[in-house]
C-alpha cells in the first residue's frame, strides 16, 4: 500500500474509505424497500434482531447492532411509537429497559421477508465472494472490538 511516508495519507490506501463507501451505497439501495415498509435502514436491522429474538435488554440488542444507548433510545421510541416494539423496566432491576416485540412487529416481518433478496440481486455479487467478504467484515469487527478491550 504505503511506498513513501505520505502514501499513508492517500485516500486509495485507506481500507476506511471503501468501506464506508459501500456501506452508504448499500444502504441507499435499501432505502426504496424500506420507505414501503416505512422503516430506516437501522430500525430494520433492529427488527431483524427482534423477529429472530422477541425480547431482550437495550444493551444486549445494542451489543448485536454494534450500537450504543444513546443511538438506541431514540430508534426505539420511534419503533414503539409505530407499535412494533413494547419497552419496559425489568422487574428484576429497574436500571435495564427490555425490548419485546408485538404482534403488528411480528405482522411486519411477512412485509419485509423480500427485502433481502432484492438485496441480493441489487448487489450482484458471486456468491462465493459475498461469503468470503462476509466473513472478512465479521473477522474485522471482531479485531476491532478485541482492540478496545
Known amino acids: 500500500m504505503a511506498n513513501n511516508k505520505n502514501d499513508c495519507l492517500k485516500l486509495e490506501n485507506q481500507i476506511c ?37 422477541k425480547e431482550m435488554t437495550v444493551k444486549e440488542l445494542g451489543d448485536y447492532l454494534y450500537l450504543d444507548s444513546g443511538t438506541l433510545t431514540p430508534l426505539l421510541k420511534k419503533l414503539e411509537d409505530k407499535g412494533y416494539i413494547n419497552r419496559t423496566r425489568s422487574a428484576e432491576d429497574e436500571r435495564n429497559l427490555i425490548i419485546s416485540i408485538t404482534d403488528s412487529g411480528k405482522a411486519l416481518k411477512k412485509r419485509a421477508v423480500n427485502v433481502p ?14 461469503e468470503q467478504l462476509y466473513k472478512l467484515l465479521y473477522k474485522l469487527l471482531e479485531n476491532l472490538q478485541e482492540n478496545e478491550k
Not at 416505512?38 to 431483524?48: A, E, P, R
Open 17 to 53: 474509505f471503501p468501506l464506508y463507501a459501500c456501506s452508504k451505497e448499500v444502504i441507499r439501495r435499501y432505502k426504496p424497500h424500506l420507505d414501503k415498509l416505512d422503516l430506516t435502514y437501522t430500525q430494520y436491522i433492529t427488527m431483524m434482531v427482534m423477529w429472530e429474538h
Open 117 to 130: 433478496g432484492k438485496m441480493s440481486s441489487c448487489v450482484n455479487m458471486d456468491p462465493q465472494d459475498a
